[in-house]
Nanobody, 122 residues
């Protein structure tokens, strides 16, 4: 699976962005999908995960209630809707695919996109 993340950019605090992650291949629906981020000087942080059907989702405490993960298997795409953005959300955001179908740690994910930069100004 090859993943291509997009949708990052510069936004003011309180604003919204929607990230997209397009996957190649016919087996997208077999994978659980996740979003992570990494800020300069910090470790990669789990944000959200969605199972193969979209019926189950999970979030980190830092984004729960503000971010929403979703997927469209017909379009081979997973999304991350980000609302009420804060300056501390500034990071490179990565999508990832898990053949195990679920996970909250980067070790559970087998394939990674290239990352998209999100910058939130105060």
């Amino acid at each position: 699976v090859q993943l291509q993340a997009s949708g990052g950019g510069l936004v003011q605090a309180g604003g919204s962005l929607r990230l997209s992650c397009a996957a190649s291949g016919r087996t997208f629906s077999r994978y659980g999908m996740g979003w992570f981020r990494q800020a300069p000087g910090k470790e990669r942080e789990f944000l959200a995960v969605i199972n193969w059907s979209g019926g189950s989702t999970g979030y980190s405490d830092s984004v729960k209630g503000r971010f929403t993960i979703s997927r469209d298997n017909a379009k081979n795409t997973v999304y991350l809707q980000m609302n009420s953005l804060k300056p501390e959300d500034t990071a490179v955001y990565y999508c990832a695919a898990s053949s195990a179908g679920w996970g909250r740690d980067s070790s559970a994910f087998d394939y990674w996109g290239q990352g998209t930069q999100v910058t939130v100004s105060s």
